[in-house]
């Protein structure tokens, strides 16, 4: 049997310094950006179907590898008939080695197939060295494309990052493999 060729993102994050330190003056490999936890979130909004929602939990938990925790709302919201503390969404918080399987699965292989993929926007890069950004469609990931079409759902992910940069974070997921719009 022969060996994957392709690096895996916890590979490229260990080769971050070296990338990284001419352009930021890193004199310590402590000094470069590391990633601290993945948050994987999505909304049951006004589902009321419990086969729906045990169907989103059971796909999610395939995605991730852990088990989803269910959110609260905060808020009544008479017009989308949601009360506080109803059920609304999942959440997870990966670290260590699910989290390094999720970002691998999500450079190497969710995000290019995506339908008329062109790069994930900048945008998503906020000031204190976090990155958000979304996915339209969980058919994407191999663990659900086969599955019944019409329980499509949408997922956003938040990449936590111990960079305080917006320039530096970017450049550090840039390292990483994630594809920005050019």
Known sequence: MTKHSHTTVKEKAKKAFENLKGDFGYKNKLQAPRIEKVIV???IGSIK????????LDRLTKITGQKPMITAAKKSI??????????????ITLRGDKMWAFLDKVVNIALPR???FRGITETGVDGMGNFSFGVKENTVFPETADENIQDVFSLGATVVTTSKKKEETKAFLDTLGFLFKK
């Open 78 to 91: 008479a017009t989308f008939k949601l009360r506080a503390g109803d059920p609304s969404g999942y959440k």
């Open 41 to 43: 979130t999505t909304t």
């Open 114 to 116: 995506t339908k008329d």
């Open 49 to 56: 179907d419990a086969k729906k929602k045990d169907l989103i």
